[in-house]
DNA sequence: TACACTGATGACAGTTAATGACATCAACGT
DNA sequence: ACGTTGATGTCATTAACTGTCATCAGTGTA
């Protein structure tokens, strides 16, 4: 992080990277299988606490309703490192490349809680509409919050999102089926 | 294409593609700036095509029946291409450096798509969750009908998926907010 | 014809990420 | 003392990219 910070991720090679943790390249690559997944190491976590969260909540819920409480969880452990994430999106903000790995983990959480949906008993339409609407709000709220204030609360953000996302949903033509033809 | 479905793409070395369509290396990085960009060349178009379909939508829209609707008309550009679109996603499907590649492109397209709702009138938080809800669609729907039955039409899936996202969203309890805790 | 300019390509060297193979060394148990 | 195991170092190698200069075809102009 702090040569990254520094010079930037393209600039800096993994040799001053192990040099400056006192390893050598070689071992380095066995810690993190590329450059990039050092700042994403992390991803699995996270990962874990939602798909436990979607297990943990009431058969009375509705699937939307269950990803929205899974994607709140994230937010709340994501609570008092605002300082860090912080200096870590800067990283990833300024990098093409680390852009798509991070989204590669956000669509392997999307996958992670639409499969936990349909051990529920969801199917499998419906799970993944669930899982990626969750994504999408969870990716929009985040990047609120992290050019918000810097006293907000990530929750909040993420009920508000999700909040916003139900009404546009909703202000439909009802009925009416698009036409393409 | 030939070389990444024969081998495989990280089987497949820039060497041998220029080799294969008689040029040097430095000449197919003159044209692509890196090996899976080739397979991407045309995502520029498609993401033209949806804007131009947000900017042309009757201004009585729904932005999220605006998004609805670009969707859709990309479904219809994609529909006799169906071997093609399989093949190509075939490699992609094998090989996760290119989900990434393909997972950025989204969301430029996410993002551009969220910019066209913007110029509108939209207003922001609203503008990016119909976007990025409309690429879920995309995504799911895509994904539906390439390991579905061959005859089926892509805008049908994707009428289908939008259908399913709207019901979904509305299945809330009403009113209440998610306590976090 | 001669000349200048431009754009695309080739030729070549160099950097760096990433991997495989083998050696070393400390910790641990028997 | 001995073997095992896990983490690391060392060395060689591959292949993706990049910088730089040379070449060459096409085009306009005197």
Redo the contacts with the bound molecule.
């Keep these: 992080m702090t040569l990254y910070l520094e010079r930037g991720f393209?600039e800096?090679?993994?040799?001053e990277i192990?040099e400056l943790a006192?390893?050598?390249?070689?071992?380095f690559?066995?810690?993190f299988?590329?450059?990039?997944e050092v700042l994403f190491a992390g991803a699995g976590a996270l990962q874990e606490l939602m798909v436990s969260a979607v297990r943990a909540a009431p058969a009375s819920l509705s699937p939307f309703d269950v990803v929205a409480r899974a994607v709140v969880a994230a937010g709340d452990a994501m609570g008092p490192g605002q300082e860090r994430a912080l200096l870590r999106q800067r990283v990833i903000d300024a990098n093409d490349d680390l852009k798509e790995r991070e989204l590669i983990k956000l669509a392997a959480l999307g996958r992670a809680l639409a499969h936990a949906l349909i051990e529920r008993g969801v199917d499998d339409p419906v799970a993944s509409l669930a899982a990626e609407a969750g994504i999408a709000v969870f990716r929009v709220a985040f990047e609120r919050w992290v050019r918000g204030p810097a006293d907000a609360d990530l929750s909040d953000v993420i009920d508000s999102s999700i909040a916003t996302l139900s009404v546009i949903t909703q202000a439909r033509e009802p009925g009416k089926r698009q036409d393409h033809g």
């Design positions: 393209e800096t090679t993994v040799a192990a006192g390893l050598t390249e070689r071992t690559f066995r810690h299988s590329d450059k990039r």
